[in-house]
């Protein structure tokens, strides 16, 4: 399996961006997509995750009510709506499969994309 991440830049506080995680490979009902970031200096943590085949959707406290996911199965492609970003949200985010919500890093990781909140 690969994911591709993607929609990263540079934008004002209080903007928004969408980002795409496009899945290749074998992906089934129990697995996880998963969101996680990495800002500089610190450790990745969770951001966001859905279920492939339930509604079910997971958020750090940190990003509720800001963030959205959400996904095309026909596209296999996993979205990341974050609308009134701060500059605490700049970070590289990635995104991955796994079987449960959160940072593991024994799951499938794609490359980041690199999120920049100017202040």
């Known amino acids: 399996v690969q994911l591709q991440a993607s929609g990263g830049g540079l934008v004002q506080a209080g903007g928004s961006l969408r980002l795409s995680c496009e899945v290749s490979?074998?992906?089934?009902?129990?697995?996880?997509i998963n969101w996680v970031r990495q800002a500089p200096g610190k450790e990745r943590e969770f951001v966001a995750a859905i279920r492939w085949n339930d509604p079910r959707k997971y958020y750090a406290d940190s990003v509720k009510g800001r963030f959205t996911i959400s996904r095309d199965n026909a596209k296999k492609t996993v979205y990341l709506e974050m609308n009134n970003l701060k500059p605490e949200d700049t970070a590289v985010y990635y995104c991955g499969r796994n079987t449960s919500p959160g940072w593991d890093p024994s799951g499938f990781w794609g490359q980041g994309t690199l999120v920049t909140v100017s202040s």
């Open positions: 490979g074998r992906i089934f009902s129990s697995h996880v």
